[in-house]
């Protein structure tokens, strides 16, 4: 099993709609939960980061937490062209200081 | 601001080759991560450092090493480079705890 899964995608959406990524982890011990973007060619950057359960919200993103059913999705609401790129989930595991990805969702954005 | 920095950004090898990526951050972080990237494998985990003056296996650390030269420079060598090295190589640091990580631009590397 995975530390962490995600759908690959490709995961296609109208301009103006709302995008959802989901993943799941499997170490139930796991505190830590960052969402990252990287767009074809370039290095991931950081978008959201959350700690607990619920939701936070952050602009037109909204990350959500639920650590019962080991699952992190992120929603991008009004979606826009330049929001088409891959997203990555990662996990930071309790113990030691490794951080585990996910291989990423692939999101187009049509305009 | 610089952040993570990579060097080079590009670079070809042959076969047998060696060279060392260079590494450097100006965050004050303790952490620090090299990672490769493949298509469709995401990113797997070279080796990293918790801290100056120690380093630990990550995923797939064969056939590469690594030096926490001080608290901003890590660098990985690739001692005899092998077309299954051929990849992007990205740099990350980070603060202890729950702090997330922060990417250099990466090496793409090509090894013929």
């Known amino acids: 099993q995975k530390e962490v899964e995600q759908n690959s995608g490709p995961l296609s959406v109208p301009e103006g709609a709302i995008a959802s990524l989901n993943c799941t982890y499997s170490d139930r011990g796991s505190q830590s939960f960052f969402w990252y973007r990287q767009y074809s060619g370039k290095s991931p950057e950081l978008i959201m980061s959350?700690?607990?359960?619920g939701d936070k919200e952050d602009g037109r993103f909204t990350a959500q937490l639920n650590k019962a059913s080991q699952y992190v999705s992120l929603l991008i609401r009004d979606s826009q062209p330049s929001d088409s790129a891959t997203y990555l989930c990662a996990v930071n595991r309790p113990t030691g200081n490794q951080f585990y990805f996910g291989t990423g969702t692939s999101l187009t954005v049509i305009p | 601001n610089a952040g993570v920095t990579q060097t080079p950004k590009f670079q070809v090898l042959k076969t047998g080759q060696s060279m060392t990526l260079q590494c450097a951050q100006d965050?004050?972080?303790?952490?620090m991560y090299w990672y490769r990237q493949d298509p469709g494998m995401g990113l797997r985990l070279i080796y990293y450092?918790?801290?100056?003056?120690?380093?630990d296996k990550g995923e797939v650390p064969n056939g590469y090493n690594v030096s926490r030269l001080n608290k901003r420079e890590f660098s990985l060598r690739l001692e005899s480079a092998a077309p299954s090295q051929t990849s992007v190589y990205f740099c990350a640091s980070r603060e202890t705890g729950n702090q997330p990580q922060h990417f250099g631009d990466g090496t793409r590397l090509s090894i013929l």
């Open positions: 959350i700690y607990s359960n």
């Open positions: 450092s918790a801290s100056e003056g120690t380093t």
């Open positions: 965050m004050n972080h303790n952490s």
